[in-house]
């Protein structure tokens, strides 16, 4: 199919529930040459390897461990003396607590196609405190470069499909979830969604000048042949922006968790990428840094410790709501934890001309 310049890039194909034996030319709208997604058939999802098939989340033991990091963050002398014996004591109360002494629970460890199909239908209502620290950044690195075809890798609902569509650009969209790419076409009808995998993008070589993979690589065990790809598809000079989820945000046990249509828990998979492991991907490959920013959350954890007790006759409440909602017990420890802990991950490179 031909998208004469300036023609909406909606399509029959985009509806189409495989991408088997597609071929898509997409002309650019200033002059050059044009762009043709590849010919790749759909290979199925990917599934990464897990540690575990089970995860068990016991209430007292998240507690016990806000209390042991805050207790690591006084020993590198962040806080007073006082806050060391105030934990320690909240320990002792926490062990001895009877409400708090209740079993944990086991939550299965599921695919990202089962894990997206079950958060699809609330993943932009409520949404996620993470796009108000992203979107801005998004915008501020790639609003100042001109119009072209960019790129949307695992768009999820198409939140950023959306915004570049906004700044100008034509879009592509490509996720391996029929029902997430079901609410990105609602969204964003003028742009293209395909079926695809981050580790086989069906587009063609050097074929989008700007391509974003947003809250997705966290999920991939490894970084190497997804971010092969984004630089695969990039043309030299383009840029790319990755943003994923701070390992140490992962850390504190924000791993994407939902309910399976049975009702049991499930977590989705969530690794935790280091700074290196982002570079040794990228720089073999031609991409070069521009920037790296490290946001967090503005105010939160930020400042002196609250000086609250932990609430040690509370019920730890539904699991659905874990582990924020435990924070709330042990509201010292929690936030000398989160102080200047980073929420995302955010990369701008550009591909070597
Ligand atoms: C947290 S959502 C992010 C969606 C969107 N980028 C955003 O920022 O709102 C992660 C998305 O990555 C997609 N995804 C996960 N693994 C993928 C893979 N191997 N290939 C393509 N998409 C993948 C999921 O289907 C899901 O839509």
Same mark, same amino acid.
């Not at 001109?146 to 592509?172: I, K």
């Not at 086989?200 to 074929?207: F, Y």
């Given at each position: 199919?031909?998208?004469?310049?300036?023609?909406?890039?909606?399509?029959?194909?985009?509806?189409?529930?495989?991408?088997?034996?597609?071929?898509?030319?997409?002309?650019?709208?200033?002059?050059?040459?044009?762009?043709?997604?590849?010919?790749?058939?759909?290979?199925g999802?990917?599934? #990464?390897?897990?540690?575990?098939?089970?995860?068990?989340?016991?209430?007292?033991?998240?507690?016990?461990?806000?209390?042991?990091?805050? @207790?690591?963050?006084?020993?590198?002398?962040?806080?007073?003396?006082?806050?060391?014996?105030?934990?320690?004591?909240?320990?002792?109360?926490?062990?001895?607590?009877?409400?708090?002494?209740?079993?944990?629970?086991?939550?299965?460890?599921?695919?990202?196609? &089962?894990?997206?199909?079950?958060?699809?239908?609330?993943?932009?209502?409520?949404?996620?405190?993470?796009? #108000?620290?992203?979107?801005?950044?998004?915008?501020?690195?790639?609003?100042?470069l001109?119009? +072209?075809?960019?790129?949307?890798?695992?768009?999820?609902?198409?939140?950023?499909?959306?915004?570049?569509?906004?700044?100008?650009?034509?879009?592509?969209?490509?996720?391996?979830?029929?029902?997430?790419?079901?609410?990105?076409?609602?969204?964003?009808?003028?742009?293209?969604?395909?079926?695809?995998?981050?580790h086989?993008?069906?587009?063609?070589?050097?074929?989008v000048d700007?391509?974003?993979?947003?809250?997705?690589?966290?999920?991939?065990?490894? @970084?190497?042949?997804?971010?092969? &790809?984004?630089?695969?598809?990039?043309?030299?000079? +383009?840029?790319?922006?990755?943003?994923?989820?701070?390992?140490?945000?992962?850390?504190?046990?924000?791993?994407?968790?939902?309910?399976?249509?049975?009702?049991?828990?499930?977590?989705?998979?969530?690794?935790?990428?280091?700074?290196?492991?982002?570079?040794?991907?990228?720089?073999?490959?031609?991409?070069?840094?521009?920037?790296?920013?490290e946001?967090?959350?503005?105010?939160?954890?930020?400042?002196?410790?609250?000086?609250?007790? #932990?609430d040690?006759?509370?019920?730890?409440?539904?699991?659905?709501?874990?582990?924020?909602s435990?924070?709330?017990?042990?509201?010292?420890?929690?936030? #000398?934890?989160?102080?200047?802990?980073?929420?995302?991950?955010?990369?701008?490179?550009?591909?070597?001309?």
């Open positions: 199919m031909l998208l004469t310049p300036g023609a909406a890039l909606r399509s029959p194909i985009a509806t189409a529930p495989l991408v088997a034996a597609m071929t898509l030319l997409v002309r650019r709208t200033s002059p050059g040459p044009a762009v043709r997604a590849a010919d790749n058939p759909w290979p999802p990917w599934v #990464a390897p897990t540690v575990a098939l089970v995860v068990y989340q016991r209430p007292l033991g998240y507690l016990l461990g806000l209390e042991g990091a805050a @207790l690591l963050r006084a020993f590198i002398s962040d806080h007073d003396p006082a806050f060391t014996e105030q934990r320690i004591a909240e320990i002792r109360r926490l062990l001895l607590a009877p409400g708090l002494d209740v079993e944990g629970v086991d939550a299965e460890r599921v695919t990202t196609a &089962e894990g997206y199909a079950a958060w699809s239908a609330g993943y932009d209502d409520p949404g996620n405190g993470l796009f #108000a620290i992203d979107e801005p950044l998004v915008r501020q690195i790639l609003g100042p001109p119009p +072209g075809l960019a790129l949307d890798a695992a768009c999820g609902t198409g939140r950023l499909s959306a915004a570049l569509a906004v700044m100008g650009h034509r879009v592509v969209g490509v996720d391996s979830s029929p029902d997430m790419l079901a609410r990105a076409r609602r969204r964003v009808p003028q742009a293209l969604f395909l079926q695809g995998d981050l086989r993008l069906p587009l063609d070589d050097a074929c700007i391509a974003v993979c947003a809250l997705a690589l966290t999920h991939l065990p490894d @970084l190497h042949a997804p971010v092969a &790809e984004l630089a695969r598809v990039l043309r030299p000079d +383009g840029h790319l922006v990755i943003v994923d989820v701070h390992h140490e945000l992962l850390s504190l046990g924000s791993v994407p968790r939902i309910r399976l249509p049975d009702g049991r828990p499930g977590m989705l998979p969530g690794y935790r990428h280091r700074a290196s492991d982002y570079l040794d991907a990228a720089l073999p490959v031609g991409l070069e840094v521009r920037r790296c920013v946001p967090g959350k503005e105010g939160h954890g930020d400042g002196e410790p609250p000086t609250d007790e #932990a040690v006759g509370a019920d730890p409440g539904p699991w659905d709501a874990w582990p924020w435990l924070m709330g017990i042990v509201p010292a420890a929690a936030k #000398a934890v989160r102080a200047g802990t980073p929420s995302l991950m955010v990369w701008h490179f550009q591909r070597r001309s």
